[in-house]
């Protein structure tokens, strides 16, 4: 007799489909926005009937004393990733930069460039990937959107890295819901 942890459970939502193939030690996951392809570290098992994923403790080859001691992070490392890939390919991840500060601005030049203006003596450019959709309707804010989480946060963090808020006036470009503590002056 099987006991079933829940925390090793992971409920599967009615619009993806998945395929498991033990052979090759992959899940095929297929959703609405795309199919999503993830390489197993450890063994899984799928009861239909209830839509229900469990992660088991068995994993594939053979484990050093060290591995079979990890094997409880390697399958929590394991729902992560499979929960994170449900996501991927059912709804579309977003991220909002604004450009705080006099003169700095961005433009999207024929929808591959982005243009950016940040008060250097010279213009940055950014050429935005293709699995990647960059809006730009003010010249102070920047939409970024995709369907994978890593290459909205990769981007967002890249075109961030370009001018960080500094601590005192606040200028630069920032997060939607970043809040900045501004330090104090110097005092006479």
């Not at 050429?127 to 309707?137: A, E």
């Amino acid at each position: 007799m099987t006991i079933y942890l829940k925390r090793y459970l992971i409920k599967i939502p009615s619009d993806i489909a998945i395929c498991y193939c033990d052979k090759k030690q992959v899940l095929l996951i297929k959703g609405p926005l795309g199919n999503k392809l993830l390489k197993l570290q450890t063994e899984i098992e799928i009861f239909e009937q209830h839509n229900i994923l469990y992660v088991t403790d068995f994993s594939f080859g053979k484990l050093s004393n060290n591995g079979k001691k990890n094997i409880k992070t390697l399958r929590g490392t394991m729902i992560a990733l499979i929960k994170q890939a449900f996501l991927e390919v059912s709804t579309v991840m977003h991220k909002k930069l604004n450009f705080v500060g006099v003169g700095y601005k961005n433009f999207v030049l024929n929808d591959k460039i982005l243009h950016f203006k940040l008060g250097y003596s010279h213009d940055l450019f950014f050429k935005i990937p293709t699995s990647v959709f960059i809006q730009s309707r003010k010249t102070t804010k920047l939409f970024i959107s995709s369907n994978k989480y890593n290459y909205v946060s990769q981007i967002a963090a890249l075109i961030r890295s370009y001018k960080m808020p500094e601590p005192y006036k606040g200028k630069g470009i920032s997060y939607n819901n970043e809040i900045i503590k501004l330090k104090e002056g110097k005092k006479i």
